[in-house]
């Protein structure tokens, strides 16, 4: 299989692992520990795996977040959840809205059990956790059960390995956190500005100082778009992300991802149609291949 085609995959069956971040049932479930607050909430959860580690560590792993939104997080979350407590409750969240959204019906299904069946093989195909943290973290974690939790986590996995192999090309491409930020938003593809500065919790300075930084580099013109170096930048990154992601999905085979896919793409799109994203979060190009 192709990495190019492992690539749009996965960027097709993200939406079944980031409803995660915007479904109201896992924010319920840690308002329910005592987490409350959207930083706590995002950087908790995704980082609880890791266990109670401090601000860098975390910073490190996410890369693209302003430190001081990290710190604002961690380390002070685990003085109210453990790390445990936070991994239950995500994951009660992601049943339960697995549940809402697609129903009893489809989570008791053969074609759930074929589609968790596919998408773990391909996530127990992964070569190992070198160089992995933040999914070397997550592959410690015992598998759940029933078969949708099973598809969730082994998408995690598969996204977690992805990330960090990401997080590689963008320091081989020399582009800061913030300026990984700056020219994936230049593409349309990913976040609108005005969100990802704010989830990320970056200052209109800091941004505009960022693409100071870029224009001189010659990777973005003087309206914010990318240029041709900045588009070739761009690109660079993505296919060194697809090849370092590429192993567990040529264990699939293209046979194995084409059903993936066909089983999988409609419950994606009933998570779209059930409003779990919010308006106005991300460009225009939102949903193209790249």
């Known amino acids: 299989m192709e990495p190019s ?12 692992h980031s409803v995660a971040y915007f479904a109201p049932e896992i924010g319920g479930e840690l308002a329910a520990l005592g987490v409350g607050e959207p930083a706590p909430q995002y950087v908790g959860a995704r980082s609880a795996p890791v266990g109670a ?22 380390p002070g979350v685990w003085t109210v959840a453990a790390p445990d407590a936070v991994i239950g409750a995500r994951l009660r969240g992601i049943d339960a809205v697995y549940l809402r959204v697609l129903g009893p019906d489809v989570l008791g299904s053969a074609e759930m059990e074929e589609a968790a069946g596919l998408v773990s093989a391909a996530a127990r195909a992964i070569p190992g956790p070198e160089g992995r943290p933040l999914y070397a973290a997550y592959a410690d974690l015992p598998w759940p059960e029933p078969a949708h939790l099973q598809l969730w986590h082994a998408l ?17 491409a020399g582009l800061s956190g913030l ?89 994606r799109d009933a998570f779209v149609d059930a409003g779990i994203l919010p308006g106005g979060l991300f460009g225009p190009r939102y949903g193209d291949a790249r």
């Open 179 to 267: 300026d990984a930020l700056v020219t994936h938003t230049a593409t349309g593809i990913g976040f609108a500005p005005g969100p990802a500065r704010t989830l990320r919790g970056w200052t209109k300075g800091e941004w505009a100082d960022a693409e100071a930084g870029l224009r001189a580099r010659g990777l973005l013109d003087r309206r914010g778009d990318l240029t041709d170096e900045g588009f070739e930048v761009r690109e660079l990154v993505e296919d060194l992300t697809d090849d370092l992601a590429a192993a567990p999905w040529r264990a699939l085979g293209e046979e194995g991802a084409e059903r993936l896919l066909d089983l999988a793409l409609p419950w």
């Open 156 to 172: 995690t996995l598969l996204r977690e390995y992805r990330g960090d192999g990401h997080i590689a090309a963008l320091q081989t």
């Open 53 to 74: 580690v401090g601000a860098g560590v975390v910073t490190a792993m996410f890369y693209n977040f302003a430190p001081r939104l990290i710190e604002s997080a961690v």
């Open 5 to 16: 085609s492992a690539g749009r995959a996965a960027r097709a069956l993200e939406l079944l």
